[in-house]
Nanobody, 114 residues
Framework: QVQFVESGGGLVQAGGSLRLSCAASGIPFRLAVMGWYRQALGKQRELVAFITRDGSIWYVDSVKGRFTISRDNAKNTVYLQMNSLKPEDTAVYYC????????WGQGTQVTVSS
């Protein structure tokens, strides 16, 4: 079945870095447009970045220049390198196929202290 397992979150001070990973199964990963999403407490889930099967990338303005999305098709894994973290980046981070609203994983908590 379709499954996404996120990992790599944690508690970090402002200005720090984290690298998130998402292992996907049950989908034709190399053909999928993969996205990272986040949901802060009391807010709606938002799209942070996505990467197409040919490597085209999009970022939400608030993370441009700080976050980098990448993928390893051999490992069915998508990554999110997060640098220069800010307290407003605090959220639960999820991955999923872009545009799909199903099969959400548990996410990984990222907490940035000021």
């Amino acid at each position: 079945q379709v499954q996404f397992v996120e990992s790599g979150g944690g508690l970090v001070q402002a200005g720090g870095s984290l690298r998130l990973s998402c292992a996907a199964s049950g989908i034709p990963f190399r053909l999928a447009v993969m996205g990272w999403y986040r949901q802060a407490l009391g807010k709606q889930r938002e799209l942070v970045a996505f990467i197409t099967r040919d490597g085209s990338i999009w970022y939400v303005d608030s993370v441009k220049g700080r976050f980098t999305i990448s993928r390893d098709n051999a490992k069915n894994t998508v990554y999110l390198q997060m640098n220069s973290l800010k307290p407003e980046d605090t959220a639960v981070y999820y991955c999923n196929r872009y545009g799909r609203d199903e099969y959400w994983g548990q996410g990984t908590q990222v907490t940035v202290s000021s």
